[in-house]
């Protein structure tokens, strides 16, 4: 069983950076894939990023590639999301998410089988 916690959200202006952390429980952080979600009010959960389980493949979707980087510290079993120039359009509910053991990387939120509580994200224009 894997626990994640997310942090970091909160209320910022457009063009401002966010940082979001997610803590994972369990010692076999480093044996699963992580991805960061988003679900804004009425719109499907989608995924905004994903990091393999030693960090070295990364996914990122057109609408937020160049502004969203994810990294993950093993040690620390902590995954993050590094938010730059932030727009009016990424203000929704933030969700981590682990793999299964063993599943390296996914993007998909069907194969994510842990889930955060989620953080709010507000962007004002």
């Known amino acids: 069983q894997v626990q994640l916690v997310e942090s970091g959200g909160g209320l910022v202006q457009a063009g401002d950076s966010l940082r979001l952390s997610c803590a994972a429980s369990g010692r076999t952080f480093s044996s699963y894939g992580m991805g960061w979600f988003r679900q804004a009010p009425g719109k499907e959960r989608e995924a905004v990023a994903a990091i393999s389980s030693r960090g070295l493949i990364t996914y990122y979707p057109n609408s937020v590639k160049g502004r969203f980087t994810i990294s993950r510290d093993n040690a620390k079993n902590t995954v993050y999301l590094q938010m730059n120039s932030l727009k009016p359009e990424d203000t929704a509910v933030y969700y981590c998410?682990?793999?299964?053991?063993?599943?390296?990387?996914?993007?998909?939120?069907?194969?994510?089988?842990?889930w955060g509580q989620g953080t709010q994200v507000t962007v004002s224009s």
């Open positions: 998410a682990a793999t299964s053991v063993g599943t390296e990387y996914a993007i998909t939120s069907g194969d994510y089988s842990y």
